[in-house]
């Protein structure tokens, strides 16, 4: 079972950039497919970026495709997302999780999810 622990959140303004932090643990990690999710209050979980388990596989959510870059070190058990021209729309909790690559949905057996890392981007 893996777990994970979000940071790298902040306040920024529209324009700016964070790189957000994942650290998993679970001997498995590296046999992930891994991805960053966001959510907003009220709303449902929704995928940002996935990346897979080896030869760097990635892909993205419409809204943030050619803004936000997602990487993985396999050696430190982490994945990073670089975002970069953030929107006051892209205010929200972010999470990370291994996903089932198809669906870019989180493992089903995936139950512990972090508290995740506040972003918040101001007009």
């Known amino acids: 079972q893996a777990h994970v622990v979000e940071s790298g959140g902040g306040s920024v303004q529209a324009g700016g950039s964070l790189t957000l932090s994942c650290v998993a643990s679970?001997?498995?990690?590296?046999?992930?497919?891994m991805g960053w999710f966001r959510q907003v209050p009220g709303m449902e979980r929704e995928f940002v970026a996935g990346?897979?388990?080896?030869?760097?596989?990635?892909k993205y959510s419409d809204l943030v495709k050619g803004r936000f870059n997602i990487s993985r070190e396999n050696a430190k058990n982490a994945v990073y997302l670089q975002m970069n021209k953030l929107k006051p729309e892209d205010t929200a909790i972010y999470y990370c999780?291994?996903?089932?690559?198809?669906?870019?949905?989180?493992?089903?057996?995936?139950?512990?999810w972090g508290t995740g890392t506040q972003v918040t981007v101001t007009s």
């Open positions: 999780a291994p996903i089932q690559w198809g669906d870019s949905t989180p493992r089903t057996d995936f139950h512990s």
């Open positions: 679970g001997r498995l990690f590296n046999s992930y497919s």
């Open positions: 990346i897979g388990w080896s030869f760097g596989l990635t």
